[in-house]
Protein backbone atom coordinates (compact mmCIF):
# COMPACT_ATOMS: atom_id res chain seq x y z
CA UNK A 1 0.00 0.00 0.00
CA UNK A 2 0.88 3.56 -0.82
CA UNK A 3 2.20 5.88 1.73
CA UNK A 4 0.31 8.86 0.08
CA UNK A 5 -3.09 6.60 0.27
CA UNK A 6 -5.26 6.77 3.47
CA UNK A 7 -5.51 4.03 5.11
CA UNK A 8 -7.44 2.13 8.13
CA UNK A 9 -6.29 -0.51 10.60
CA UNK A 10 -8.33 -3.48 10.76
CA UNK A 11 -7.24 -6.35 12.88
CA UNK A 12 -7.74 -9.67 11.16
CA UNK A 13 -11.16 -10.78 13.27
CA UNK A 14 -12.21 -7.31 12.18
CA UNK A 15 -11.44 -7.66 8.12
CA UNK A 16 -13.00 -11.39 8.39
CA UNK A 17 -16.31 -9.60 10.09
CA UNK A 18 -16.85 -7.27 7.55
CA UNK A 19 -15.99 -9.51 5.05
CA UNK A 20 -18.91 -11.47 5.85
CA UNK A 21 -21.32 -8.78 7.63
CA UNK A 22 -21.67 -7.52 3.55
CA UNK A 23 -21.86 -10.95 2.25
CA UNK A 24 -24.67 -11.49 4.78
CA UNK A 25 -26.43 -8.52 3.72
CA UNK A 26 -26.49 -8.94 0.29
CA UNK A 27 -27.75 -12.20 -0.32
CA UNK A 28 -25.55 -14.78 0.85
CA UNK A 29 -26.67 -17.15 4.02
CA UNK A 30 -24.02 -18.66 6.61
CA UNK A 31 -22.21 -21.04 5.26
CA UNK A 32 -21.37 -19.40 1.93
CA UNK A 33 -20.85 -15.86 3.53
CA UNK A 34 -18.41 -17.73 6.09
CA UNK A 35 -16.62 -19.64 3.38
CA UNK A 36 -15.78 -16.50 1.04
CA UNK A 37 -14.87 -14.17 4.57
CA UNK A 38 -12.25 -16.32 5.99
CA UNK A 39 -10.40 -16.88 1.80
CA UNK A 40 -10.55 -12.26 1.70
CA UNK A 41 -9.46 -12.18 5.06
CA UNK A 42 -6.46 -15.19 4.68
CA UNK A 43 -5.33 -12.93 1.40
CA UNK A 44 -5.65 -9.81 3.66
CA UNK A 45 -3.84 -11.55 6.32
CA UNK A 46 -0.87 -12.68 4.07
CA UNK A 47 -0.56 -9.52 2.40
CA UNK A 48 -2.45 -10.22 -0.71
CA UNK A 49 -4.38 -6.83 -1.15
CA UNK A 50 -5.04 -7.52 -4.56
CA UNK A 51 -7.03 -10.24 -3.27
CA UNK A 52 -8.64 -9.97 -0.12
CA UNK A 53 -11.34 -7.10 0.13
CA UNK A 54 -10.51 -5.59 -2.65
CA UNK A 55 -12.62 -8.10 -4.15
CA UNK A 56 -15.34 -7.42 -2.19
CA UNK A 57 -17.53 -4.69 -3.98
CA UNK A 58 -17.84 -6.30 -7.32
CA UNK A 59 -18.88 -9.86 -5.51
CA UNK A 60 -21.39 -7.78 -3.91
CA UNK A 61 -22.43 -6.44 -7.14
CA UNK A 62 -22.92 -10.34 -8.91
CA UNK A 63 -25.03 -11.02 -5.58
CA UNK A 64 -27.32 -7.87 -5.80
CA UNK A 65 -27.27 -9.03 -9.65
CA UNK A 66 -28.72 -12.32 -9.21
CA UNK A 67 -25.82 -13.55 -11.01
CA UNK A 68 -24.47 -15.65 -7.95
CA UNK A 69 -26.71 -18.03 -6.10
CA UNK A 70 -25.86 -16.62 -2.28
CA UNK A 71 -27.20 -19.67 -1.26
CA UNK A 72 -25.53 -22.37 -3.45
CA UNK A 73 -25.28 -25.96 -2.21
CA UNK A 74 -22.41 -28.13 -4.09
CA UNK A 75 -23.42 -31.46 -5.19
CA UNK A 76 -20.68 -33.91 -5.54
CA UNK A 77 -20.07 -36.70 -8.71
CA UNK A 78 -18.11 -39.41 -8.14
CA UNK A 79 -16.81 -39.95 -11.36
CA UNK A 80 -13.88 -42.64 -10.79
CA UNK A 81 -12.54 -43.48 -7.61
CA UNK A 82 -9.68 -41.01 -8.38
CA UNK A 83 -11.75 -38.15 -10.40
CA UNK A 84 -14.24 -36.04 -8.29
CA UNK A 85 -17.20 -33.54 -9.99
CA UNK A 86 -18.39 -30.82 -7.97
CA UNK A 87 -21.38 -28.83 -9.81
CA UNK A 88 -21.10 -25.25 -7.32
CA UNK A 89 -24.76 -24.62 -8.24
CA UNK A 90 -23.68 -21.36 -9.63
CA UNK A 91 -22.12 -20.13 -6.22
CA UNK A 92 -18.83 -18.29 -4.76
CA UNK A 93 -16.36 -20.93 -5.21
CA UNK A 94 -14.93 -20.96 -1.46
CA UNK A 95 -17.72 -23.61 -0.23
CA UNK A 96 -16.96 -25.74 -3.11
CA UNK A 97 -13.20 -25.51 -2.43
CA UNK A 98 -14.13 -26.37 1.14
CA UNK A 99 -16.51 -29.07 0.34
CA UNK A 100 -13.64 -30.86 -2.22
CA UNK A 101 -10.29 -30.62 -1.05
CA UNK A 102 -10.76 -33.72 1.62
CA UNK A 103 -12.46 -35.66 -0.74
CA UNK A 104 -9.93 -35.00 -3.09
CA UNK A 105 -6.91 -35.75 -0.52
CA UNK A 106 -8.89 -38.84 0.99
CA UNK A 107 -9.02 -40.01 -3.20
CA UNK A 108 -4.81 -39.39 -3.87
CA UNK A 109 -3.80 -40.87 -0.39
CA UNK A 110 -5.98 -44.16 -1.61
CA UNK A 111 -5.35 -43.91 -5.60
CA UNK A 112 -1.78 -41.79 -5.36
CA UNK A 113 -3.45 -39.46 -8.00
CA UNK A 114 -6.94 -37.81 -8.05
CA UNK A 115 -8.39 -34.66 -9.74
CA UNK A 116 -11.22 -32.30 -8.73
CA UNK A 117 -13.31 -31.04 -11.22
CA UNK A 118 -14.94 -27.83 -10.10
CA UNK A 119 -17.86 -26.21 -12.65
CA UNK A 120 -20.57 -23.40 -12.13
CA UNK A 121 -18.71 -21.44 -10.17
CA UNK A 122 -17.23 -17.96 -9.35
CA UNK A 123 -13.87 -18.46 -8.52
CA UNK A 124 -13.09 -14.20 -7.53
CA UNK A 125 -9.55 -14.90 -4.65
CA UNK A 126 -6.19 -15.97 -4.44
CA UNK A 127 -5.44 -19.67 -5.37
CA UNK A 128 -3.13 -20.83 -2.89
CA UNK A 129 -5.83 -21.10 -0.22
CA UNK A 130 -6.68 -24.85 -1.66
CA UNK A 131 -3.22 -25.99 -3.27
CA UNK A 132 -2.09 -25.21 0.95
CA UNK A 133 -5.63 -26.70 2.53
CA UNK A 134 -4.17 -29.91 0.21
CA UNK A 135 -0.24 -29.63 1.61
CA UNK A 136 -1.69 -29.85 5.14
CA UNK A 137 -2.77 -33.14 4.31
CA UNK A 138 0.06 -34.44 3.51
CA UNK A 139 -0.38 -33.99 -0.75
CA UNK A 140 1.00 -31.88 -3.70
CA UNK A 141 -1.65 -29.54 -4.73
CA UNK A 142 -1.95 -28.03 -8.28
CA UNK A 143 -4.80 -25.89 -9.95
CA UNK A 144 -6.07 -23.56 -11.84
CA UNK A 145 -9.11 -21.64 -13.91
CA UNK A 146 -9.88 -18.86 -16.05
CA UNK A 147 -11.90 -15.88 -15.80
CA UNK A 148 -12.96 -13.59 -18.69
CA UNK A 149 -10.58 -12.19 -21.81
CA UNK A 150 -8.23 -9.62 -20.12
CA UNK A 151 -4.51 -10.68 -21.35
CA UNK A 152 -3.89 -10.95 -25.45
CA UNK A 153 -2.32 -14.10 -26.75
CA UNK A 154 1.61 -13.86 -28.17
CA UNK A 155 1.54 -11.15 -31.31
CA UNK A 156 -1.93 -10.37 -30.62
CA UNK A 157 -3.36 -7.05 -29.10
CA UNK A 158 -6.95 -8.25 -28.33
CA UNK A 159 -7.63 -9.66 -25.04
CA UNK A 160 -8.54 -13.60 -25.54
CA UNK A 161 -7.59 -15.25 -21.92
CA UNK A 162 -7.75 -14.93 -18.34
CA UNK A 163 -5.43 -13.76 -16.75
CA UNK A 164 -5.05 -17.61 -16.28
CA UNK A 165 -3.39 -17.88 -12.62
CA UNK A 166 -2.04 -21.43 -11.65
CA UNK A 167 -1.15 -22.55 -8.20
CA UNK A 168 1.05 -25.08 -6.89
CA UNK A 169 1.90 -26.71 -3.26
CA UNK A 170 4.64 -29.31 -2.11
CA UNK A 171 4.09 -30.57 1.59
CA UNK A 172 7.15 -30.15 3.68
CA UNK A 173 6.11 -31.51 6.96
CA UNK A 174 7.04 -29.80 10.27
CA UNK A 175 7.57 -27.01 7.63
CA UNK A 176 6.02 -24.12 5.22
CA UNK A 177 4.84 -25.99 2.26
CA UNK A 178 6.83 -24.71 -1.06
CA UNK A 179 3.89 -22.47 -2.56
CA UNK A 180 3.52 -20.60 -5.45
CA UNK A 181 0.41 -19.08 -6.98
CA UNK A 182 0.79 -16.50 -10.17
CA UNK A 183 -1.10 -15.26 -13.13
CA UNK A 184 0.09 -16.41 -16.23
CA UNK A 185 0.32 -12.54 -17.29
CA UNK A 186 2.57 -10.22 -16.58
CA UNK A 187 0.94 -8.77 -13.43
CA UNK A 188 -2.16 -10.30 -12.14
CA UNK A 189 -5.79 -8.37 -13.08
CA UNK A 190 -6.50 -7.60 -9.08
CA UNK A 191 -2.58 -5.61 -9.16
CA UNK A 192 -2.92 -3.77 -12.16
CA UNK A 193 -6.38 -2.78 -10.78
CA UNK A 194 -4.55 -1.64 -7.41
CA UNK A 195 -2.45 0.59 -9.32
CA UNK A 196 -4.37 2.13 -11.21
CA UNK A 197 -6.71 2.87 -8.17
CA UNK A 198 -3.94 4.23 -6.76
CA UNK A 199 -2.38 6.20 -9.28
CA UNK A 200 0.71 3.60 -9.48
CA UNK A 201 2.64 3.00 -12.81
CA UNK A 202 3.30 -0.53 -14.02
CA UNK A 203 6.91 -1.52 -15.29
CA UNK A 204 7.30 -2.08 -19.39
CA UNK A 205 5.88 -4.93 -20.70
CA UNK A 206 2.51 -5.55 -18.73
CA UNK A 207 -0.08 -4.29 -21.12
CA UNK A 208 -1.29 -1.93 -23.93
CA UNK A 209 -3.94 0.35 -24.18
CA UNK A 210 -7.03 0.93 -26.01
CA UNK A 211 -4.85 1.32 -29.19
CA UNK A 212 -2.87 -1.24 -28.67
CA UNK A 213 -0.18 0.70 -27.95
CA UNK A 214 2.56 -0.69 -24.73
CA UNK A 215 2.28 1.70 -21.56
CA UNK A 216 3.28 1.72 -18.05
CA UNK A 217 -0.11 3.75 -17.29
CA UNK A 218 -1.81 1.17 -15.08
CA UNK A 219 -5.46 2.99 -15.61
CA UNK A 220 -5.22 3.02 -19.14
CA UNK A 221 -4.33 -1.11 -19.33
CA UNK A 222 -7.41 -1.51 -16.79
CA UNK A 223 -9.50 0.48 -18.36
CA UNK A 224 -10.33 -0.13 -22.07
CA UNK A 225 -6.59 -1.60 -22.28
CA UNK A 226 -4.92 -5.31 -22.72
CA UNK A 227 -2.65 -7.36 -20.23
CA UNK A 228 0.10 -8.90 -22.39
CA UNK A 229 1.50 -12.72 -21.06
CA UNK A 230 4.50 -13.18 -19.07
CA UNK A 231 7.51 -14.56 -21.17
CA UNK A 232 5.82 -13.97 -24.67
CA UNK A 233 5.01 -17.38 -26.40
CA UNK A 234 6.06 -19.09 -23.03
CA UNK A 235 3.44 -17.80 -20.81
CA UNK A 236 0.51 -17.49 -23.81
CA UNK A 237 1.28 -21.49 -24.19
CA UNK A 238 1.16 -22.20 -20.61
CA UNK A 239 -2.25 -19.51 -20.43
CA UNK A 240 -3.58 -22.02 -23.18
CA UNK A 241 -2.96 -25.35 -21.35
CA UNK A 242 -4.59 -23.65 -18.12
CA UNK A 243 -7.65 -23.36 -20.96
CA UNK A 244 -7.92 -26.79 -21.81
CA UNK A 245 -7.13 -27.96 -18.52
CA UNK A 246 -10.09 -25.89 -16.16
CA UNK A 247 -12.62 -25.15 -19.35
CA UNK A 248 -11.96 -28.12 -21.76
CA UNK A 249 -11.35 -30.86 -19.39
CA UNK A 250 -13.34 -29.56 -16.42
CA UNK A 251 -16.23 -29.05 -19.16
CA UNK A 252 -17.16 -25.62 -18.14
CA UNK A 253 -16.91 -22.26 -20.36
CA UNK A 254 -13.62 -20.49 -22.10
CA UNK A 255 -12.52 -17.24 -21.28
CA UNK A 256 -14.05 -16.33 -24.29
CA UNK A 257 -16.91 -18.13 -23.78
CA UNK A 258 -17.71 -16.84 -19.95
CA UNK A 259 -17.45 -13.45 -21.39
CA UNK A 260 -20.83 -14.32 -23.89
CA UNK A 261 -23.13 -15.41 -20.50
CA UNK A 262 -21.88 -12.38 -18.24
CA UNK A 263 -24.40 -10.06 -17.43
CA UNK A 264 -21.22 -7.50 -16.47
CA UNK A 265 -22.49 -6.40 -13.42
CA UNK A 266 -18.22 -6.27 -12.79
CA UNK A 267 -18.03 -9.45 -10.38
CA UNK A 268 -16.44 -12.58 -11.00
CA UNK A 269 -17.20 -14.79 -14.16
CA UNK A 270 -18.84 -18.25 -13.90
CA UNK A 271 -16.34 -21.17 -14.50
CA UNK A 272 -14.80 -24.64 -14.01
CA UNK A 273 -11.96 -24.90 -11.62
CA UNK A 274 -9.22 -27.94 -12.20
CA UNK A 275 -7.32 -28.84 -9.45
CA UNK A 276 -4.85 -31.68 -8.77
CA UNK A 277 -3.65 -33.64 -5.91
CA UNK A 278 -0.81 -36.38 -5.44
CA UNK A 279 0.40 -38.32 -2.52
CA UNK A 280 4.24 -38.39 -2.35
CA UNK A 281 3.55 -41.04 0.04
CA UNK A 282 2.40 -43.44 -2.47
CA UNK A 283 4.11 -42.09 -5.28
CA UNK A 284 7.63 -41.12 -3.99
CA UNK A 285 7.45 -43.46 -1.35
CA UNK A 286 9.21 -43.32 2.18
CA UNK A 287 11.70 -40.56 2.71
CA UNK A 288 9.95 -38.59 -0.05
CA UNK A 289 9.92 -35.62 2.82
CA UNK A 290 13.67 -35.53 3.86
CA UNK A 291 14.84 -36.18 -0.23
CA UNK A 292 12.17 -32.99 -1.40
CA UNK A 293 13.93 -30.96 2.06
CA UNK A 294 17.04 -31.77 0.81
CA UNK A 295 16.60 -30.28 -2.61
CA UNK A 296 14.89 -26.94 -1.31
CA UNK A 297 17.45 -26.61 0.99
CA UNK A 298 20.26 -26.79 -1.76
CA UNK A 299 18.20 -24.01 -3.68
CA UNK A 300 17.34 -21.78 -1.28
CA UNK A 301 21.05 -21.48 0.12
CA UNK A 302 22.48 -20.35 -3.29
CA UNK A 303 23.03 -16.75 -3.22
CA UNK A 304 20.68 -14.69 -3.86
CA UNK A 305 17.46 -17.74 -3.68
CA UNK A 306 14.01 -16.53 -2.17
CA UNK A 307 11.70 -19.58 -2.33
CA UNK A 308 8.23 -18.09 -3.29
CA UNK A 309 5.79 -17.58 -0.83
CA UNK A 310 8.33 -16.57 1.99
CA UNK A 311 6.94 -12.99 2.26
CA UNK A 312 3.41 -14.40 2.71
CA UNK A 313 4.00 -16.53 5.51
CA UNK A 314 6.02 -13.88 7.14
CA UNK A 315 3.14 -11.84 7.00
CA UNK A 316 0.56 -14.56 8.23
CA UNK A 317 3.25 -14.86 11.24
CA UNK A 318 2.07 -11.21 12.33
CA UNK A 319 -1.13 -10.66 14.33
CA UNK A 320 -1.07 -6.76 13.60
CA UNK A 321 -3.52 -5.03 12.30
CA UNK A 322 -3.48 -4.74 8.79
CA UNK A 323 -3.39 -0.98 7.02
CA UNK A 324 -6.55 -1.55 4.92
CA UNK A 325 -7.42 1.10 1.62
CA UNK A 326 -9.98 3.98 3.60
CA UNK A 327 -11.81 4.15 1.00
CA UNK A 328 -13.00 0.87 0.57
CA UNK A 329 -13.85 0.45 4.21
CA UNK A 330 -15.83 3.08 4.44
CA UNK A 331 -17.69 2.11 1.00
CA UNK A 332 -18.02 -1.66 2.51
CA UNK A 333 -19.47 -0.16 5.46
CA UNK A 334 -22.00 1.67 3.93
CA UNK A 335 -22.97 -0.85 2.45
CA UNK A 336 -23.66 -2.55 5.35
Known amino acids: MSEKTPTIELGLAQIEELAKSCLLNHGCDEANAAAAARTMAAAERDGSESHGLFRLPATLASLRSGKVNGRARPVEESLTPAAIRLDADRGLAPLAIEMGVPLLAEAAKTMGVAVLLIRNSFHFTALWPEVEALAERGMVGLACTVHTPMMAPFGAKKAFFSTNPISFAYPRPGRDPYVFDMATAAKARGEVGIAARDGHEVPPGVGLDADG ?124
Open 213 to 336: NPTTDAKKIHDGGVILPFGGYKGSAIATMIELLAAGLVGDYFSYEAIKVDNRDGGPAIGGEFILAMSPQVLAGPGWAEHSDAFLDELEAMEGVRLPGQRRFANRASTAPRHINAELVTSLRDLL
